[in-house]
């Protein structure tokens, strides 16, 4: 790991002023995925600016039919949250999900989703159940906020304060996941909302993306069964040691019925 | 360098660190604690899971400035003088470990299987909330009898 400044702010407006202040300076949330880069010397930044210290950021609030879950809340906090097993069961168990105990201790919302890892299981939450994320200038739709593989619509120095995540009627996430990495291969998130039915999948593409070719599939007939003939774009799949695109292309009808019928 | 002040097994520590300091290498270089072990050093393996503040986490992927105004618990922690702690104990108990390298994250990973789930614990619960700890000695059988055995003691 190369040198760099080590900043802890206590607010998010101080957090704010230390990055655009920084040469080339990187906000750490948990650090489970930015630590190891910089160990790699893939990234090495002047400036790490610790989100740690920011109570603002961290925390659960269920209003009405919103449930917020602050930036640096833990995938361990939101897996065990009486209140979002009661109101989004589908949320809590995807985050219990990430990695193992140890990162979900430290591994946060705001952090998953500022990565963007093509592989990552919370965009496709924040995607499939048409969550807002309000950063310090301004709210972003969900569904707006992955533009790319490792890319957001974040700007320079711009800072993830919450997500605020509307109660569907129903959803589940199913993952095929890597057995070592607990990353998804592939992950399907369905919702059944007033709206209509959402989804969204993960580690198939280059980043998680609104499926919405599930959604017509699934509009008239919210069962397993309508999906029967769905076939997932092979020519749009990843591809790696992992798993081949017809092979992920078959998991995503396949993640995505058992995600159905677990909404059931 | 930073200063930083935390407990360490209940003991109030300074040290001047680098920022870049990972808490492992202040555990193990600057402390001595050495059972804490670098297995992987890409937070896979869990040799070097520690409590911070009561939680799991691998130290290799924790900076050690993070740990600042921190309640740090090692495997040095756990016994009483020599008396071993029930998890230790178990693991010695139901021939727990071969070579021992994983066996610090173990225990520790185990207290904090214990910590949520309590002391009766199925195997199920147990393969899977070690999922983060990796042996490759045991095939786990007997690690996986130990954390039951030692949930249990710790119950008693």
Same mark, same amino acid.
């Given at each position: 790991?190369?040198?760099?400044?080590?900043?802890?702010?206590?607010?998010?407006?101080?957090?704010?002023?230390?990055?655009?202040?920084?040469?080339?300076?990187?906000?750490?949330?948990?650090?489970?995925?930015?630590?190891p880069?910089?160990?790699?010397?893939?990234?090495?930044?002047?400036d790490?600016?610790?989100?740690?210290? !920011?109570?603002?950021?961290?925390?659960?609030?269920?209003?009405?039919?919103?449930?917020?879950?602050?930036?640096?809340?833990?995938?361990?906090?939101?897996?065990?949250?009486?209140?979002?097993?009661?109101?989004?069961?589908?949320?809590?168990a995807?985050?219990?999900?990430?990695?193992?105990p140890?990162?979900? %201790?430290?591994?946060?919302l705001?952090?998953? !989703?500022? %990565?963007?890892?093509?592989?990552?299981?919370?965009?496709?939450?924040?995607?499939?159940?048409?969550?807002?994320?309000?950063?310090?200038?301004?709210?972003?739709?969900?569904?707006?906020?992955?533009?790319?593989?490792?890319?957001?619509?974040?700007?320079?120095?711009? !800072? !993830?304060?919450?997500?605020?995540?509307?109660?569907?009627?129903?959803?589940?996430?199913?993952?095929?996941?890597?057995?070592?990495?607990?990353?998804?291969?592939?992950?399907?998130?369905?919702?059944?909302?007033?709206?209509?039915p959402?989804?969204?999948?993960?580690?198939?593409?280059?980043?998680?993306?609104?499926?919405?070719?599930?959604?017509?599939?699934?509009?008239?007939?919210?069962?397993?069964?309508?999906?029967?003939?769905?076939?997932?774009?092979?020519?749009?799949?990843?591809?790696?040691?992992?798993?081949?695109?017809?092979?992920?292309?078959?998991?995503?009808?396949?993640?995505?019925?058992?995600?159905?019928a677990?909404?059931? | 360098?930073?200063?930083?002040n935390?407990?360490?097994?209940?003991q109030?520590?300074?040290?001047?660190?680098?920022?870049?300091?990972?808490?492992?290498?202040?555990?193990? /270089?600057?402390?001595?604690?050495?059972?804490?072990?670098?297995?992987?050093?890409?937070?896979?393996?869990?040799?070097?899971?520690?409590?911070?503040?009561?939680?799991?986490?691998?130290?290799?992927?924790?900076?050690?400035?993070?740990?600042?105004?921190?309640?740090?618990?090692?495997?040095?922690?756990?016994?009483?003088?020599? /008396?071993?702690?029930?998890?230790?104990?178990?693991?010695?108990?139901n021939?727990?470990?071969?070579?021992?390298?994983?066996t610090?994250?173990?225990?520790?990973?185990?207290?904090?299987?214990?910590?949520?789930?309590g002391?009766?614990?199925?195997?199920?619960?147990?393969?899977? /909330?070690?999922?983060?700890?990796i042996?490759?000695?045991?095939?786990?059988?007997?690690?996986?009898?130990?954390?039951?055995?030692?949930?249990?003691?710790?119950?008693?």
């Amino acid at each position: 790991m190369y040198e760099f400044s080590y900043h802890r702010p206590a607010s998010v407006a101080e957090a704010a002023e230390l990055i655009a202040n920084a040469a080339d300076g990187k906000l750490v949330a948990g650090g489970q995925t930015l630590l190891p880069t910089m160990k790699h010397r893939l990234a090495s930044p002047s400036d790490v600016i610790d989100l740690g210290g !920011i109570a603002e950021m961290s925390g659960i609030v269920v209003n009405g039919n919103i449930v917020t879950v602050g930036a640096m809340t833990t995938h361990a906090e939101v897996a065990a949250s009486s209140e979002i097993r009661e109101a989004i069961p589908a949320l809590a168990a995807l985050a219990g999900n990430i990695g193992d105990p140890a990162v979900r %201790n430290r591994g946060t919302l705001g952090g998953s !989703i500022a %990565n963007n890892d093509p592989a990552a299981d919370y965009p496709a939450a924040v995607i499939a159940l048409g969550a807002t994320v309000r950063t310090n200038r301004r709210e972003i739709a969900g569904e707006d906020f992955f533009t790319a593989m490792f890319e957001t619509a974040l700007e320079e120095d711009e !800072i !993830i304060v919450a997500v605020d995540f509307p109660r569907p009627d129903a959803a589940s996430y199913m993952k095929f996941e890597n057995p070592a990495s607990r990353y998804a291969i592939v992950g399907v998130f369905v919702a059944r909302t007033a709206a209509g039915p959402r989804a969204a999948v993960t580690g198939a593409t280059a980043c998680a993306h609104r499926a919405w070719r599930l959604e017509e599939a699934l509009q008239a007939d919210f069962s397993a069964s309508a999906l029967d003939d769905f076939e997932a774009p092979v020519d749009k799949m990843n591809a790696d040691i992992h798993a081949g695109a017809e092979y992920r292309a078959h998991l995503v009808k396949v993640m995505a019925q058992r995600a159905v019928a677990a909404c059931a | 360098m930073s200063t930083i002040n935390l407990a360490v097994n209940g003991q109030s520590v300074s040290g001047e660190v680098e920022p870049r300091t990972l808490l492992v290498e202040f555990l193990r /270089e600057q402390l001595r604690l050495t059972g804490t072990h670098v297995g992987c050093d890409t937070s896979q393996c869990g040799a070097c899971v520690v409590m911070v503040d009561g939680k799991s986490v691998k130290s290799c992927t924790m900076l050690a400035v993070m740990a600042d105004g921190c309640d740090v618990t090692t495997i040095e922690g756990l016994a009483e003088g020599t /008396e071993l702690h029930p998890m230790q104990q178990a693991f010695m108990d139901n021939h727990g470990l071969q070579c021992g390298f994983c066996t610090p994250g173990m225990v520790m990973s185990g207290l904090d299987i214990v910590n949520r789930h309590g002391n009766e614990l199925d195997a199920d619960t147990v393969r899977r /909330e070690l999922n983060g700890n990796i042996c490759r000695c045991t095939g786990y059988q007997n690690i996986v009898k130990a954390i039951r055995a030692g949930a249990r003691a710790m119950g008693d």
